[in-house]
């Protein structure tokens, strides 16, 4: 406070005093200069109050401004239980999360042997590089397909995801579509907000949905708007301008209305898309800049790595046209693997995982790709170590801390594995009844589980790094390859892939549609050398003839083992009449069985020596020793014995049926191949493998046969053995104490056992259809089991011939062919359907493009799309009418349809007997015209066909043609005619346009020779017009005039007279009546026409003509000139549409297919008909082991509710049990009701999918999806019965029985979660109760391969 000056300069300032805050007086000097601070009354602050720290400034902003708090006067006890009237978004005090940082700081990998290490020994670690990237770059991996993220679910659908999850978005649709979510075109301009503001409806019911939001009745707003370039939509084809104006749609959310324009930057969005290519560029730049350290080695390394790219890429696409275009990128990446292993450890100093033994050229090449992080094929033979291949991805993963998984076509193949790796990584396995440890880090399941995983959104598939594909060329399987290509097509971008497949002719092929599908580089490399091998030999009357090594055919085997056949053949027939007649007998009935057994063996699947056909002609011989059971035991130790010599012991013996394989081994029923050690290591195992079977199962007769067989060194393996029983064959075998093994071709496929030696009993096979010749893929997949690696230095490959050796062409075309090509099987299902409409951005039209089937057609899809703009951006040539507006395409059009209509007329009249009784000499035709721009030709029958000649001769009027002498009077005539089709044309002239013409008397009394002296064609002039003589066929005239004309056909045609020419050009000329033709023959009165569809057709075509000849543009001068300008714009036109049409989705090959079963799906109701997914349809994707459609309709139909559990289990069976042919079983009452129930739903289904066009037949249809002849078995089972007691029940193999039960417990399982769906929790109970019956014993006994012996 500024001083106060008293009386006598006495001053003084007021203060406080004390605590109490009483004021005092304090006197001041008498001289004292001004200071602010001193004017401030001092304050002394009370105890009350704590002093103020940056604490507790701290705790107040929190508490104030911070915390979350509700409005005490909205949200106060007086109102408890009030409506609230009050606006959530704009009063509601809901603070914010807080916005997450948009770039971190991540470190770089770099190429392992560019890693600079700090010190100079060799054992300090590397220090990566950090740099600063985008948030959004490192979460662009398991991205969501819709447009709003998703939380991790629940930890038990953490592995095999749920139906309520949306799958993951596919990698590979980053260029085709945006990854925000597609908004409409009116969303975007604002249009929607200037309908409503003005007082329009809006749209407030989603859809699929029935009710919407109550807006109340909206009223129109004031406003005023701010008008600006759009700038929202996509640019359309050049020849588009967009100059429209709309709203912007920012303005309109920011409540902007007044505030000042404010531009968008044009070049936001190619910066955005720019800047990833930048960072890739200089990433490229990166891997190839040398190191700074001198050296030659680095040098070495970057020229490696310099052509990789250039020198070994496979272009399919060529490299472009000269005129300075980019070469097309190619997605299979082949060849460098020299250079990568001569280098090998420099480029992978730090191995993830060290191997006992040195790398083969190809599995350096992939080890370094993945070491890369690119997605690897690998072809190579059967084992040639691709397995390697796989370890290192699965070390990689551990290294990583990612996941890998190993997906494999045969649950056996997986099995396996989970054994091999066990001992190596973190390890589960995952099947269809098996789950063990699914939290490891490295993963073994089968295809359709990674398929199912995919489809539900497991949340799994975010950690996964590697998925692996085994066995890929089982892509050709014609009933699971689908699964392949649905797995490839769905997996996310940050999962790479890892290929392995035997050696096939098509490997860049499909690599490149892998490559193109995902956009990332597939990197292909392989080997076709054997690590072991193989000799090839027929075995054929005791001896050994080889026919094959190296690759490469010996035809003097060949010949050998032929004469060895003729001479045997020879010496028979020279030991007397009675020996020839029985062996030519034999023998014929050899020839006449080979003829005869594709059909038998239709009928009998599993006959023996019936399906040996041309290479084993043994079925037939029933009356030589060959043929009987004694000479064909004889033959198996005549093989085994000489085998055994020759030190080709263990071998495995390939029979294509089941029935062949176990009468195989019975009848060597004196052999015993084993040692008194190996008997005991076989007794001994048997024992602890079968120890774990209660007493019943122990004795069941195929578990004791199989012993006694095994004791004795002799095995089998088939389909139709029990799980247990294969699992002891097949680790026997391993072990080496099986000597021989007789087996179908499954053991090739799912056992990774070699042997010294493979036998071929036949070259062919029964394919589920019919009996057919082995495949070069086929026998190259069986003939790899020959040869250990590491123990023969060479494999044999036998072949048997019994009554006659097979051709030179066949053995060439099997043995040393080239093997099967990787074809699409890609084929649509419901499931797959239901899936995809879940999906926002991957459609089913996108499936399907991406597929294998359509990889051709959308590789050439960038050339199309080019052309269809040079065609778009061609100038349209504009037609000048001088009478208007043009009519001239008009025209045209009906132009093109009369001809549609004449054609089809003139086909069926012309080729009529009555239409040629009209065609004689003398008769007034009109001849069609070779162009549209030209008049059709008036003309007069000649000559009709003769034997030496088939055509009508006519002479035409040809005006087109330049005059050498012009008529005025016929020039007049003949102008304004119809260019194209005379509006009376063929027969069909108006009524009211006919004229009755005068019938002339036919040809002139003159006798000729009948030959024609002039040649064809014969022009002339004749009247002041030109005229042509000419050959014509009966489908080249117009119509058949009512009128004839005299001709004298000698001077005409024999004689050439110029005044009988002259004399019929004006005879022709004066059937003319002011410009017209004649008119035509009635159809229905003179040439007899009856078909009623040919009169609707013949009428609307008169109603054309009629219609054409009312056209403005009939008779215009300018006519000519512009109907051909209406042809050019027709074709342009019809061009542009062509290749609009071969871009679209409507073009795809499985299109038909794809409308038939949505329209099925909407019928049926699992979808609507905005094709949002309904309740039914979300029970249907969880059916994945019968068919959808009828395991759908028969829970919605509740025909399990009045089955006991035991019954429903067993009606159930119908839907997974797969063998057609077997006994018919016995059911009871209730079960027979329901069989009936479920098959008549099934024909109901499948006639439903007939009406809407999808190539089913009801009958087979129903008769493939469901079959009973388990219901019994199943019923006994569920009941309690022994397994020993069910298999007295049919004669399907216990193996299949095991099987059937085995997929039945995970159909359980599916309509369980059906239920829960549904919310019928009995149903949900009965399929527990029905699951805990049929798990049990032998059915239920765990693997072998994951519990061990």
């Given at each position: ?18 605590y109490?805050?009483?004021l005092?007086?304090e ?6 200069r ?16 704590a ?10 902003l ?33 603070h ?5 940082s ?7 990998w770099?190429?392992p ?6 010190g ?25 397909s ?33 990854s925000?979510?597609?908004l ?13 503001l003005?007082?329009g ?11 919407g939001?109550d ?9 005023s ?40 930057s ?9 800047e ?12 190839t ?28 696409d060529g ?5 300075g ?7 299979a ?23 006992p ?12 790709y993945?070491?890369?992080?690119d ?10 170590g691709k ?21 494999a ?49 497991a ?21 699971r ?37 995902k ?6 490399t392989?080997?076709?050398k054997?690590p ?19 690759e ?12 060895a ?22 023998h ?11 059909n ?31 000479s064909?035991?004889s ?11 020759k ?25 015993d ?10 007794r ?10 209660k ?11 199989v012993q ?42 799912g ?19 019919e ?22 230095k ?11 050796v ?11 062919g ?11 299902t419901y ?14 039209e ?12 959308q ?8 052309l ?15 009478k ?12 093109t349809?009369?001809?549609k ?12 007997q ?58 007049g005539i ?16 108006p ?32 009247a ?15 119509s ?8 004298d ?43 009623v569809?040919l ?14 000849a ?6 215009c ?29 409507e073009?795809l ?8 079963r949505i ?22 994707c ?5 068919e959808?459609?009828i ?7 509740n ?11 067993a ?10 042919n ?21 024909i109901?289904?499948?006639e439903?999918?007939?009406?809407f ?8 249809y ?43 417990d995970?159909?359980?399982r ?6 829960a ?25 765990a ?7």
């Open positions: 406070m500024d001083p106060i000056v008293a009386a006598s300069e006495f001053s003084f300032r007021v203060g406080f005093s004390g109490s805050g009483h005092r007086l006197p001041l000097p008498p001289v004292e001004a200071n602010p601070l001193k004017a401030v009354p001092d304050f002394i602050i009370p105890p009350a109050f002093p103020e720290t940056p604490e507790s400034v701290k705790k107040y929190e508490e104030k401004y911070l915390l979350p708090e509700l409005d005490p006067d909205e949200f106060s006890p007086e109102k408890v239980g009030k409506q609230w009237d009050f606006d959530w978004f704009d009063k509601a005090k809901v914010l999360e807080p916005s997450l948009r770039s971190v700081v991540v470190p770089t770099e190429l042997f560019r890693r600079f290490k700090k100079a020994s060799v054992q300090h670690r590397w220090e990566p590089k950090s740099v600063q990237m985008d948030v959004a770059h490192l979460m662009e991996g398991a991205q969501d819709g447009s709003m993220p998703r939380m991790p679910g629940p930890a038990k659908d953490f592995v095999r995801g749920t139906t309520n999850n949306r799958p993951f978005r596919p990698g590979g649709l980053d260029d085709s579509q945006s925000e979510r597609i409409p075109d009116g969303a975007c301009n604002g249009d929607w907000v200037r309908e409503v003005d007082g409806p809006a749209q407030v019911i989603p859809p699929s949905c029935k009710h939001l807006l109340g009745d909206l009223k129109a707003y004031p406003y708007w701010r008008v600006s370039k759009d700038q929202s939509v996509v640019k359309s084809t050049s020849g588009e301008k967009l100059s429209g104006l709309s709203v912007q749609f920012d303005d309109l959310f920011k409540k902007a209305w007044d505030d000042d324009i404010v531009e968008e044009s070049g936001y969005d190619t910066l955005i898309e720019a990833p290519v930048k960072l890739e560029n200089e990433m490229e730049k990166a891997a800049v040398t190191s700074s350290a001198p050296g030659s080695e680095a040098s070495v390394l970057d020229e490696i790595l310099l052509a990789d790219p250039g020198g070994s890429t496979s272009r399919f490299t472009g046209d000269g005129g275009q980019q070469p097309k990128e190619a997605w990446v082949s060849g460098g693997s020299e250079g990568i292993a001569d280098h090998f450890h420099e480029l992978v100093p730090d191995m993830a995982l060290d191997f033994f040195e790398l083969d050229t190809f599995q350096k090449a992939a080890i370094y993945l070491e890369k992080g997605s690897v094929f690998v072809a190579a033979h059967t084992s040639a397995t390697v291949v796989a370890e290192y991805a699965f070390a990689l993963a551990t290294k990583h801390c990612t996941r890998a998984v190993y997906t076509p045969i649950k056996t193949i997986s099995n396996q594995k989970y054994r091999d790796f066990c001992g190596k990584f973190d390890v589960g396995l995952l099947t269809g009844d098996v789950s063990l440890r699914p939290e490891a880090s490295c993963l073994i399941m089968t295809t359709e589980i990674l398929r199912s995983m995919l489809y539900r959104g949340d799994i598939i975010r950690d996964i790094e590697w998925v692996i594909f085994d066995e890929v060329h089982y892509v050709n399987d014609v009933e390859g689908v699964v392949w290509e649905e797995v490839i097509i769905m997996l996310p971008r940050h999962v790479n892939i890892v290929l392995l497949s035997a050696t096939v002719p098509n490997t860049i092929e499909f690599a490149d549609w892998i490559g193109r599908t956009q990332k580089k597939i990197r292909v392989g080997t076709s054997r072991v091998p193989l000799e090839h030999c027929l075995f054929y009357s005791g001896e050994l003839y080889k026919i094959c090594e190296n490469t055919f010996l035809p003097q085997g060949w010949k050998a083992a032929k004469d056949y003729k001479k045997k053949n020879s010496s028979t027939v020279g030991g007397g009449t009675g020996t020839y007649l029985g062996s030519a007998a034999a014929g009935g050899a020839r006449v069985q080979q003829r005869e057994n594709p038998r063996g239709k009928q009998n699947k599993h006959s023996g020596p019936q399906s040996l056909g041309n290479f084993s002609g043994s079925g037939g011989l029933s009356q030589s020793n060959w043929g009987s059971k004694r064909e035991a033959l198996w130790l005549l093989l085994i014995n000489k085998l055994s010599k030190s080709l012991l263990p071998v495995v013996i390939f029979c294509f049926s089941k029935n062949r394989c176990d009468k195989s081994a019975d009848n060597l029923t004196g052999t191949l084993t040692s008194s050690s190996e008997k005991s290591e076989i001994v195992f048997c024992d602890k493998a079968f120890s774990r079977l007493g019943s199962d122990r004795n069941l007769p195929q578990v004791v046969r006694s067989l095994l004791r004795r060194g002799i095995g089998v393996h088939h389909a139709g053995l029990l799980p247990i029983v294969k699992e002891v064959v097949e680790m026997l075998f391993c072990r080496g104490v099986i000597k021989v093994l007789f087996s179908t071709e499954t053991f090739a496929m056992v990774n056992a070699p042997a010294r030696t493979v036998v071929f009993d036949t070259l062919r096979k029964f394919d589920g259809k009996f057919r010749q082995l495949l070069p893929g086929e026998y190259t997949q069986m003939a790899g089991r020959a040869g250990r690696r590491g123990l023969d060479i494999g044999t490959v036998v072949v048997i011939c019994r009554d006659e097979p051709e030179e062409r066949d053995l060439k075309h099997v043995i040393v080239s093997a099967t090509r990787l074809e699409s099987q890609f084929r649509l499931t797959m359907i239901l899936h995809l409409l879940r999906v926002e951005e991957l459609k089913v996108d499936m399907l493009k991406r597929s294998f089937a359509e990889f051709h057609a590789k050439k899809l960038p050339e199309k799309q080019q269809l703009m040079l065609k778009l951006a061609q100038p349209a040539k504009a037609i000048e009418c001088i208007g507006e043009p009519a001239i395409e008009e025209y045209y059009g009906m132009l349809e009369s001809e209509y004449g054609n089809r007329v003139l086909e069926t009249v012309m080729q009529s009555t239409a040629q009784q009209f065609l004689l000499p003398g008769r007034v035709v009109v001849v069609k015209s070779q162009s549209v721009a030209e008049d059709h030709f008036l003309g007069v029958v000649l000559k009709a066909p003769s034997a030496s000649s088939k055509q009508y001769i006519v002479l035409v009027l040809r005006p087109d043609l330049p005059l050498s002498m012009q008529d005025p009077s016929v020039n003949l102008q304004g005619k119809d260019s194209s089709s005379s509006p009376q044309g063929y027969f069909i002239a009524k009211s346009k006919r004229g009755d013409e005068e019938y002339f008397s036919g040809v002139s009394s003159r006798k000729g020779s009948g030959t024609v002296n002039i040649k064809l064609p014969h022009r002339g002039s004749a002041g017009l030109n005229y042509e003589v000419i050959g014509v066929e009966n489908k080249e005239f117009l058949i005039c009512n009128c004839k004309i005299k001709i056909q000698v001077r005409l045609l024999e004689h050439n007279n110029s005044a009988a020419y002259s004399k019929t050009v004006q005879e022709l000329l004066n059937q003319k009546s002011n410009g017209q033709y004649p008119p035509a023959l009635d159809p229905v009165k003179d040439l007899k026409l009856r078909d569809d009169m609707e057709t013949y009428y609307a075509w008169n109603n054309l003509l009629v219609k054409m009312g056209n403005k543009c009939y008779g001068i300018k006519f000519k000139e512009h109907i051909m300008l209406a042809k050019d714009l027709s074709k342009h036109r019809e061009e542009v549409n062509a290749l609009k049409y071969q871009m679209s989705d073009a090959e499985k299109m038909p297919d794809f409308q038939g329209d099925v799906l909407k019928e049926i109701g699992c979808i609507d008909a905005d094709l949002v997914v309904q309740i039914k349809g979300r029970v249907a969880e059916m994945n082991s019968g959808e459609l395991s759908t309709e028969c829970l919605f139909e025909q399990l509710d009045d089955l006991q559990p035991e019954e429903a289990v009606l159930m069976s119908a839907l997974v049990f797969q063998q057609k077997t006994s018919e079983p016995s059911l009871t009452d209730n079960l027979a009701k329901a069989k009936k129930r479920l098959y008549d739903t099934a109901r289904l499948g439903l999918q007939a009406h066009k999808l190539p089913i037949n009801p009958e087979e129903a008769r493939d999806n469901l079959k009973f002849g388990l219901v019994e078995v199943v019923y006994e089972w569920a009941k309690g019965t022994p397994f020993a007691d069910i298999c007295e029940l049919t004669d399907v193999p216990e193996g299949l029985i095991v099987r059937t039960i085995v997929r039945l995970e159909t359980c599916e309509f369980k979660n059906a239920a769906i549904m919310g019928n929790s009995a149903l949900y109970k009965k399929m527990e109760t029905a699951s805990n019956a049929i798990k049990r014993d032998i059915v239920f006994a693997s072998l391969y994951i519990t061990g012996v």
